[in-house]
Nanobody
Framework: EVQLVESGGGLVQAGGSLRLSCATS????????IGWFRQAPGKEREGVSY????????YYADSVKGRFTISSDNAKNTVYLQMNSLKPEDTAVYYC??????????????????WGQGTQVTVSS
């Protein structure tokens, strides 16, 4: 059974940091890209960052480049999103998800077939 569980969200002031975790199970972790997505109130869900462990490929949305870093602990089958210099516009529910295709990275929401429950990130001004 494929499972993804996010944690680490919370309330921080602008300029602060959070580290989100995505604990995964039920698939070959190294073969599938993991994406972080977010959805703010009244907004569409958008891709934030992606990681494919098999080749170390990463992707960052322009809005978070230089502030967010995606990484993994392969022994724990866990992907992290380190979020620094947080802005109020980063406020959203953050989700992690598994790419449906092995051994390459996709960046569209419909390329991801299993999703976590989401974790709330709120950045106050």
């Amino acid at each position: 059974e494929v499972q993804l569980v996010e944690s680490g969200g919370g309330l921080v002031q602008a300029g602060g940091s959070l580290r989100l975790s995505c604990a995964t199970s039920g698939f070959t972790f190294d073969d599938y890209a993991i994406g972080w997505f977010r959805q703010a109130p009244g907004k569409e869900r958008e891709g934030v960052s992606y990681l494919l462990n098999s080749d170390g490929d990463t992707y960052y949305a322009d809005s978070v480049k230089g502030r967010f870093t995606i990484s993994s602990d392969n022994a724990k089958n866990t992907v992290y999103l380190q979020m620094n210099s947080l802005k109020p516009e980063d406020t959203a529910v953050y989700y992690c998800a598994k790419d449906l295709s092995a051994l390459h990275m996709d960046v569209g929401i419909y390329d991801y077939d299993y999703w976590g429950q989401g974790t709330q990130v709120t950045v106050s001004s």
